[in-house]
């Protein structure tokens, strides 16, 4: 931009043109019709020396600032007229003085149009130089506002990996607490599903229970075996031992089902009292059969020790197997069982009964 304002100012390669040939004009009169003497030869030297002062004076008064080629045509135009000047003060040849005079209108005329070529310059220059520091405060701003922006982008991009870091973390805690929150729920689910007495399950996973195996026994189209169990005369246990004593004959019981009932699929549960009930899932009739016999039998042979007691327990067992046709059959063939269990008791206890389960339902019965 700088350049560009200096090389417009004067039309430099024309003005060194123009004072050359002035120069040459000089110097032609000079050799053409040269000084009587060399007195007069000396004093052209001495007053030559003296131009450069006075181009100093001129630069410094006018406060020019062109290009190198502006400044060495004023040198040469200043040569020229003060070499023709000096020239025809020694010289009577009117020829000379012709030449003289034209050199000299020519750089007056010169002189004139660089000062008025300067005057209308400088107002261009001035007027651009306002613009150009005028753009130069608007890419300042420009660039303030761009560093401004810059900074806002660096604090925005700062909260938001602080915002995300903080709602990894959160989501962290949350994810954690909500895990435990899980586990413990599904320990107090397995807690709530566990008899607290015999470490069996209860009632209630009993019902959930049933009413999943029989759906599956329909669906895949299996034998679904399901089998009560009550300890015999448990209430004398109870009157005769006390309650203590009533309590472990149950874990005892418990502790032989588990030991005989090993299958996963297997449910024991208490389902109240002194009564076990059994969900075997794909066991028939034969199979559900030697299993409780088999328990029947072990109960019978097993001792109980309780402080200084000592004596054997019996227990009657009710079982069916059937090929569930429809969900609410649950209900029916407890019904059937209870029926089953009844029957054993009233026949003289310690007894297993096994059937299958009927086609019309059959009543619930109650004690």
Avoid at 104 to 124: D, P, W
Avoid at 155 to 161: G, I, N, S
Wanted: glycine share 4%; proline share 2%; net charge neutral.
């Amino acid at each position: 931009m700088t350049d560009t304002l200096q090389n417009a100012r004067y039309p430099t390669p024309l003005m060194f043109i123009a004072s050359f040939a002035i120069l040459i004009g000089s110097l032609a009169s000079i050799i053409l019709f040269p000084a009587p003497s060399i007195l007069t030869n000396l004093a052209l030297i001495f007053f030559g020396s003296l131009l450069l002062q006075w181009l100093v004076f001129v630069m410094v008064a006018c406060n020019t600032k062109q290009s190198v080629w502006g400044k060495f045509s004023i040198f040469v135009t200043c040569a020229s007229i003060l070499l023709s000047a000096v020239h025809s003060l020694f010289l009577v040849n009117s020829n000379a003085v012709i030449i003289w005079l034209l050199s000299t209108i020519v750089a007056i005329a010169m002189i004139i149009n660089l000062i008025l070529v300067y005057s209308l310059v400088n107002k261009h220059v001035f007027v651009i130089q306002k613009r150009y520091k005028f753009i130069q405060s608007l890419m300042a701003k420009k660039r303030q506002l761009q560093q401004e922006i810059h900074g806002l982008e660096n604090d925005q991009q700062e909260q938001e990996a602080d915002l995300e870091y903080s709602l990894g973390e959160r989501n962290l805690e949350l994810e954690i607490a909500l895990r435990e929150l899980s586990e413990k729920n599904r320990e107090l689910e397995k807690l709530s599903a566990i008899d607290s007495l015999t470490g069996l399950m209860n009632r209630r996973f009993f019902d959930k229970r049933i009413l999943a195996e029989t759906r599956r026994s329909k669906r895949e189209m299996t034998p679904l075996s399901v089998a009560i169990l009550d300890i015999d005369h448990f209430k004398r246990i109870n009157d005769t031992y006390g309650h203590l004593c009533g309590d472990h004959c149950l874990k005892e019981f418990a502790k032989l089902l588990q030991q005989e009932i090993k299958r996963p699929s297997d449910t024991i549960s208490r389902y109240g009292g002194e009564e076990f009930v059994l969900i075997l899932p794909n066991t028939d009739v034969n199979g559900v059969l030697s299993l409780i016999e088999r328990v029947r039998e072990k109960v019978e042979a097993m001792p109980i020790y309780f402080e200084s007691h000592q004596f054997n327990m019996t227990v009657s067992i009710g079982a069916c197997s059937r090929v569930v046709q429809d969900d609410s059959e649950n209900i029916s063939i407890l019904g059937f069982i209870d029926t089953l269990l009844y029957e054993a008791k009233k026949t003289g206890r310690n007894k297993v009964i096994v059937k299958d389960f009927p086609n019309s339902n059959v009543e619930v019965l109650k004690y």
